[in-house]
């Protein structure tokens, strides 16, 4: 059998030039995890009655109310503020780490993560 032009048999890249890209990738998506892990993530509802932000490990790092937003006798519509502002929080910093990582996964693999 003939050796190809990467020193081994075949047609393609040797394992040694596979498993360094590899491992490169694991690097940039090991940084790309932790630099997302660092950012926060901040919503609002009710026209900015209630403001929560979020990490990108997804903790719950503040959440504010301004006092006009409170009415005793409207508890519920407090609650679904809290609710509204809390999860779209959470899914603005999801959004962010999806797309960052899919950038970095190889192509057709960008919804693993």
């Known amino acids: ?66 006092p006009e937003a409170v009415d005793p006798d409207d508890v519920e519509m407090l609650q679904d503020m809290i609710l509204a502002a809390v999860n779209e929080a959470l899914r603005a910093g999801e959004k962010n780490r999806e797309d960052t990582m899919a950038k970095l996964a190889p192509a057709g693999m960008g919804g693993m993560f």
């Open 1 to 66: 059998m003939a050796r190809n032009q990467f020193g081994g048999f075949g047609g393609g890249p040797n394992i040694q030039q596979l498993m360094r890209q590899a491992q490169k990738m694991q690097e940039q998506m090991q940084q790309a995890q932790e630099a997302l892990d660092e950012q926060v993530y901040e919503a609002s509802a009710g026209g900015g009655m209630v403001n929560c932000k979020v990490s990108g490990k997804r903790e719950v790092l503040e959440l504010t109310i301004k």
